[in-house]
């Protein structure tokens, strides 16, 4: 009887894990290697949105970056990892303040998961009485769990006052959250905390310290275009361009 629980279990956990469809309000893509990008949903203003997160399989466990924007997720998705790679997630990386990155601290560092912010978010996090990480970092950090090494780096003011991305140069990944939009966005998106004359200098700062990635994931929306990072500072200089248009009449 206990055997046949176990089956059903496990088959419960596969079907979460490998049965996905486009409606899925999880959905897990493997990207290279140890690495995979996870999709989640989120209802704002009536519309319903993608946020891509990730996540990084290693021998001393599963790292992750950001949470699911969709809190109904935020176990299954260690659920649909534990039964995918039998490993547990030890450690999470948020990437600036906001709901859709950090939403999950609270439950994971509940879960006993080491959770790490920069010292910005962490201020942000405290002045809005938000659940904030256990570990506070610098703003430049490396990184090395298991056989993977990776930097978390803080490349200046843009989507939010305290945007990080993430570089992991054996692999030429760089995951950048927010900071960076999706090739097919027609616009910067939610600029509530933006400082869009910064996020011009700090894409240039990106661009000229992690060269020649082989896969940018973005905040939102599709991922797998490169041209990503390079289409963010085009719709910046747009944007700052008709500030200034607009400041002169």
Known sequence: M??????????????????????????????????????????YKGTLISANAMYLVTNKGVVLFDAPWDKTQFQPLLDSIKAKHNKDVV???????????????????????????????????????????????????TFTVGQHTFQVYYPGKGHAPDNIVVWFNKEKVLYGGCFIKSAEAKDLGYLGDADVKEWEKSIEKTQTKFKNPKFIITGHDDWKDLTSLKHTLTLVKEYNKASKSSDKK
């Not at 046949?4 to 959905?27: D, E, Y």
């Not at 897990?28 to 989120?42: A, E, M, N, Q, R």
């Not at 950090?102 to 009485?129: H, S, W």
């Open 2 to 43: 206990r055997k046949l629980a176990s089956i059903l279990l496990f088959l419960v956990l596969f079907s979460n894990s490998f049965g996905q469809t486009k409606n899925s309000p999880l959905q897990i893509s493997h990207l290279t290697g140890d690495f995979y990008v996870y999709k989640t949903f989120h209802d």
């Open 91 to 141: 450690m999470h990386f948020v990437t600036h303040s906001h709901e859709d990155r950090a939403g999950g601290l609270g439950f994971y560092r509940q879960k006993g998961i080491k959770t790490y912010t920069i010292k910005l978010t962490d201020e942000i996090l405290l002045k809005n009485n938000e659940k904030r990480a256990e570990f506070v970092i610098p703003n430049d950090t």
